[in-house]
T-cell receptor, first 110, second 114 residues
């Protein structure tokens, strides 16, 4: 099983739609979780951290389910500018670098 | 402005040549990383360094080398031993390695073997 797995998509949704991405991780000792956004041919940028209690930032909501070892990202009222690849990121046990999923591609269509 | 600078943005290499990719940060971060990204793939860790004069291999270190002589700089050399070096190379830094630390990325270097 891969350390971090995501549905690659693409997800093609109309403007205004709600879309959700899931990501599973294999290391039960993982402690830190993030969603990064990567635009085409650009570097990844932090979208939001994921906390145990779940957290919201405007139209974006992130959830963590430790029992099932998955995290989710919900985007409400999708905008054309949300079109990008969304990377699920997890830390390994201890003081080690982040592990990135392959990403889920989202296309928001007018 | 604080940030991470990678250079060059595009690099062409002949087979059998070594090339060095530059990564400089002025964020005063202790940890620095090199990732490789292939089309349609995720980021794979090449090397990382948590402190000056120390670095560790990542998942795909073969054919690469690094140095960390200064806190601000973490150059990556792609050697002729790397069999398939054409890729997008991303350098990142964070305050520390591991728990709950956001990684900031440079704009990347696209390396093509010709």
């Amino acid at each position: 099983r891969k350390e971090v797995e995501q549905d690659p998509g693409p997800f093609n949704v109309p403007e205004g739609a709600t879309v959700a991405f899931n990501c599973t991780y294999s290391n039960s000792a993982s402690q830190s979780f993030f969603w990064y956004r990567q635009d085409c041919r650009k570097e990844p940028k932090l979208l939001m951290s994921v906390y145990s209690s779940g957290n919201e930032d405007g139209r974006f909501t992130a959830q963590l389910n430790r029992a099932s070892q998955y995290i989710s990202l919900l985007i409400r009222d999708s905008k054309l500018s949300d079109s990008a690849t969304y990377l699920c990121v997890v830390n390994r046990q201890g003081n080690t670098p982040l592990v990135f999923g392959k990403g889920t591609r989202l296309s928001v269509i007018a | 402005d604080g940030g991470i600078t990678q250079s060059p943005k595009y690099l062409f290499r002949k087979e059998g040549q070594n090339v060095t990719l530059s990564c400089e940060q002025n964020l005063n971060h202790d940890a620095m990383y090199w990732y490789r990204q292939d089309p349609g793939q995720g980021l794979r860790l090449i090397y990382y360094s948590q402190i000056v004069n120390d670095f560790q291999k990542g998942d795909i270190a073969e054919g690469y080398s690094v140095s960390r002589e200064k806190k601000e700089s973490f150059p990556l050399t792609v050697t002729s031993a790397q069999k398939n070096p054409t890729a997008f190379y991303l350098c990142a830094s964070s305050i520390g390695a591991g728990w709950n630390t956001e990684a900031f990325f440079g704009q990347g270097t696209r390396l093509t073997v010709v």
